[in-house]
């Protein structure tokens, strides 16, 4: 990836050379033109300068652009056989074993689980692809919020812990207008980080209730927190918390993309917080009088 910038960096320094050596050459074949020949050299230079500055800004935003894909093509392969290779094992041991209903039960309840995940990761990637193509027309309904932000809070809990990760405190019948899908996404993915993010069996908060007309929603977490040059990125498109090399969570780079988006165009406001004494609080506002 730094070959591009090596070869940009090395046509760069030939240009000066090359100017530098001409106005030199210039000025000893016409002396008394030295003012004009240093006046017109400057202002090639300065254009250089310019144009030079704004390459280089383009070509890092495309090098940077183009690594995030091939990260994001990564993440949805391991997305994608995670959960494949999951229900893969479930029908194998029903299949190869004698267990009982019970058993059978919960490796069926384990699969449906592992298949809402890649369910909510396809949706993921075609609402994207649609938004950033401007053919998704985000269809409007009265929805029972409470009841939404519950299904997916119940959906998402964690079995593995002997505890419940995901805690809620719902306001009951909390009522907006809005795309049912897309704002189950927004749900989906704002917990989803906060688990992902979250030490093990950390709890995770989920709050929702209205308050003069404003609903709220907060999802907050006792994870790794972010810092603040992040919370000013998190929301582009395939753009990760952490380090390339060293990161060890899941995850496409989508989520809170499509979040941004879609409070966008429900008229609606997220804001970062950080919680006390360590991890995040994400914050989304709703004016249920605005369409």
Sequence with gaps: MRKPLLIFYALIIYA???????????????????GMILGEGAVVLLILIVGAYHFQKALKKDM?????????????????????????????????RDLDRDQVKAFLNNSLKDIERLDDLV????????????????????????????????????????????????????????DRLALSLVVSNLIENAVKYSPDCEEVKVELKEVNNIVKLLVVDKGIGISEAEKQRIFEKFYRVGNEDTRTTKG????????????????????????????????????????
């Design 16 to 34: 000066f050379a090359e100017m530098i050596w001409w106005g030199i050459l210039l000025i000893n074949a016409a002396p008394m033109r030295k």
């Design 252 to 291: 496409t780079g989508l989520g809170l993309y499509i979040v941004k988006h879609v409070l966008d165009r429900h008229h609606a406001t997220i804001k970062v917080r950080n919680n006390s004494p360590r991890g995040s609080i994400f914050e989304v506002s709703f004016n249920i009088y605005v369409d």
């Design 64 to 96: 940077r652009l183009k690594e995030q894909q091939n990260n994001f093509l990564l993440s949805v392969t391991h997305e994608l056989k995670s959960p494949l290779a999951s229900i893969k094992l479930y029908l194998q041991t029903i299949l190869k």
């Design 123 to 178: 949706e993921n990637m075609l609402i994207a692809t649609r938004m950033e193509n401007h053919s998704y027309s985000f269809p409007k309904e009265a929805i029972n919020f409470t009841e939404l932000v519950k299904g997916v809070a119940d959906r998402l809990q964690i079995h593995t812990c002997n505890k419940r990760v995901i805690k809620t405190s719902l306001q009951p019948e909390v009522y907006l207008k809005g």
